[in-house]
């Protein structure tokens, strides 16, 4: 059991400092020799303890003013942003049951159930024009988040020897959350569709989806989309499940072979890059979709004629070709929901082949300073396949920070081979 007090100058001059609790309790099962004996160990656990998140560096300043030059050179001052100097952290409660057990001389097991409930949210509010403080949105503590998940861990390790020694280990994690309450706000609307909103998830990709296409009454020419009269839920930039397999293999003594993998399922993220590719016309599918159907423009500056071009004949509006033609253009329209998109993947990260020259010292230079010698070469991103195949790793602000996942701009991560030598004196 553990009591934690903190203080932190992000936080509001009048909130109090944050206190914290923890208590565990563990069982080892196995000590008490009613277990097989098969069973080598088995441990039953149980965990409770709060933390907190802590708001921005400037959330607790009530005011911060910038500078600024008028036209006649006059130095004046504004209001930069505006802060809440109540601001506390979120509040994160969490329980966690599980199970630890090695079998059969060969597997271990790690199980862990995990619940958890997060208060004192910190969202943003909008100031009232009237307060002389323009629109500035400042941070405030309302709402809850629950959420629950498991987290697991197979390792299995069938072949031991002093030549051979195989070792497989399996994680596979699952989360889910969803947004019990925002206080008085009905919704918070965040960049590229995400909202937080009772009921979704947070950070939920929601918004209205094209659901045929729409033509003239009168030319039966394709004008655009028809939406859903609801605006609908169509993914979250947090992956359901996710995990990793890796293999490490030490063969004739002194050779190791080692890969890992990973991968996420139900990873969405908006493609702001595809966005941009479709506004300016230059996707060879798309453009000619748009001249079969007459859905362009030439001269208007974004549709220029290109020698792509050459050959397409335009269909007969009304035809089964022409619409068959107009509900394939649907993906190209610029609607959020099109560029939300299924970035599951599997990444087959590293893969390496070393070799330990640690006997070949000790048996022809025995008095050597040199004690340990390793020898080495590893690829880096050997294999990568997603559903969407851009910058699916990455977010515009070059982390996996959950921009939210928005692709704009990004590279991938590209394959890299290193030789290297590890040295021991």
């Known amino acids: 059991m553990a009591v934690r007090r903190d203080y932190a100058s992000v936080i ?27 069973i080598g160990m088995l441990k039953l656990r149980v965990a409770y303890g709060e933390t907190g998140q802590l708001p921005a560096l400037d959330a607790a300043i009530p005011i911060t003013w910038g500078s600024t030059t008028g036209y006649g050179g006059e130095l004046g001052y504004y209001v930069q942003s505006k802060g809440n100097n109540a601001i506390t952290p979120e509040r994160i409660k969490e329980w966690e049951f599980g199970i630890d057990t090695e079998f059969l001389n060969m597997f271990s097991l790690e199980f862990t159930h995990w619940r958890q409930n997060a208060s004192d949210l910190i969202v943003p509010s909008r100031t009232s024009p009237s307060t002389g403080l323009y629109r500035f949105d400042y941070p405030v503590n309302v709402g809850e988040i629950k959420a629950w998940g498991f987290e697991s861990l197979l390792q299995i390790n069938p072949i031991r020897s002093p030549d051979y020694d195989l070792k497989v280990s399996l994680i596979w994690n699952y989360q889910t959350n969803e947004v019990v309450d925002l206080g008085e706000t009905e919704e918070i609307l965040l960049d590229n569709s995400e909202v937080m909103r009772p009921g979704l998830p947070k950070y939920e990709f929601y918004t209205y989806v094209p659901i045929a296409p729409k033509f003239d009454p009168n030319t039966q ?37 080692y890969a890992t993998g990973e991968w996420a399922l139900n990873n969405y993220m908006f493609s702001d890059a595809l966005n941009r590719f479709w506004n300016y016309n230059t996707h060879v599918p798309q453009r000619l979709l748009a001249i079969k159907l007459g859905y362009h423009n030439y001269g208007s500056g974004q549709f220029q004629p290109l020698p792509i071009d050459e050959g397409t004949v335009p269909l007969t509006p009304g035809t089964p070709e022409y619409i068959d033609a107009a509900w394939e253009y649907m993906q190209y329209e610029r609607q959020s929901a099109n560029y939300v998109k299924d970035a599951s993947y599997f990444v087959f990260r590293e893969l390496s082949l070393s070799y330990n020259c640690t006997d070949l010292l000790q048996k022809y230079l025995p008095n050597n300073y040199v004690k340990t010698l390793n020898m080495g070469i590893a690829v880096r991103n050997v294999f990568k396949t997603s559903r969407y195949d851009l910058g699916f790793e990455v977010s515009a602000d070059g982390g996996r920070s959950s921009y939210l996942s928005e692709d704009y701009n990004t590279l991938q991560h590209p394959r890299s081979i290193s030789f290297w030598t590890k040295v021991g004196i």
Do not use: C, W
């Open 12 to 38: 509001g001059v009048e909130a109090p400092a944050m206190t914290y609790p923890k208590a565990s309790l563990a069982l080892r099962a196995d000590k008490f020799g009613i277990l097989p004996s098969n």
């Open 221 to 257: 020419k394709y004008i655009g989309v028809i939406l859903s009269d609801e605006r609908q839920a169509l993914g979250n930039p947090i992956p359901d499940h996710s995990g990793s397999v890796s293999i490490n293999f030490r063969f004739l003594k002194n050779f190791n072979l």
